[in-house]
Structures are given as structure tokens and as C-alpha cells.
């Protein structure tokens, strides 16, 4: 579709609630990212606002997963 703006979407689901919470954002207000052993953190590109996106990696459970979200990532985004 020309014209539609990339986005970040995260469904997730934790112990408290019962439905998938859904997150977006563009993609263009992060920086870079940073890889730790349990997430990818996402940083904001705007050095005046404290932004930052994490994915927790324990939300992969496919595998290959985990490659299949880094390329993601990469793809969007740099390594900082």
C-alpha cells in the first residue's frame, strides 16, 4: 500500500489481564536499539524525551523466533 507509515505493533499477554494488550508506535521516533539477554530495548530518537520500547524475549516461543524479531528490528531501526 503506497503511503502507509511502518509501524511497531506488540500484542502481549501477562498474569493480570485477561485479553492481549496491543501497543503501537512509529517506528521513526526510535533511535536505535540495544539488545540485552532478556530484551530488545528500543530508544528514542529525541534526545528531550525519555522514551524507550522494550520486548521482552521471553515472549518468543517459536523457534527461530528470536532471529525472526532481531531482523525485524534491523530492518526498522540500528544497533546502538
Known sequence: ???????????????????????GQKWSVFQGYRETAGHFVLLSRDPN???????????VHEAGGLDRLRAIVDQHTTRV
Do not use: E, S, T, W
Not at 502507509?4 to 496491543?22: K, S, Y
Not at 524525551?49 to 515472549?59: A, D, E, N, S, T
Open 1 to 23: 500500500m503506497a503511503g502507509r507509515v511502518p509501524r511497531l505493533r506488540v500484542c502481549g499477554r501477562d498474569h493480570l489481564p485477561q485479553r492481549p494488550q496491543h501497543v
Open 49 to 59: 524525551i525519555m522514551y524507550l520500547g522494550v520486548l521482552p524475549k521471553r515472549g
